[in-house]
């Protein structure tokens, strides 16, 4: 028997991954990606990596998680409430960005830097990912295909593309 992905329809299965994906951006549950959520993200990654939030590392992190922000905002957020609810998500940052992953790249590059200057390891940022709620398994696998430097540091261009190409893509 064929798992159940392969069985749907490509629409279908398309519809899921999205759904899966705002999940991870809406990290209060609440059906809408808001500031706060990227201020719970960047919580969360400080209070597992042990970081003071007025240190240098964790202002990077809380600036970085607000331009990922406004930069979320600014493509998506089309009523100007102030939150992305799914259909604006749908609408403006996949349907804008799909076929230009690098765009959303740039927009996460802050954040992404700096949780990379706290999850530096494939074993950090599969806790980091944890952190944030993503399942076991999915933070294993992602954790485990990011190339690294010579340094065994997450390569940051590798990390940012891949993250981008997930959010982005089918």
Known sequence: MEPMETQQDPGQLYRRRIASRFAAFD??????I???DFTTAATRLLTEFGTPFRSERGQALCNGAEAFWQGMAGIADVDGDQRVSHAEFVGGAVKRLHDH???FAEIARPFLRAA???AT????????????????LAAALSARTLPTVASGAVDEEAA?????RYFMTE
Request: negative net charge.
């Open 121 to 136: 390891t494939p074993a950090d940022v599969e806790r980091g990912l944890l952190a944030l709620g993503v399942s076991p």
């Open 27 to 32: 990290q209060d549950g609440d059906g809408t």
């Open 34 to 36: 808001s500031r706060e």
């Open 116 to 118: 990379l200057a706290l």
């Open 101 to 103: 992953p690098e765009r």
């Open 160 to 164: 940012v593309a891949a993250f981008a």
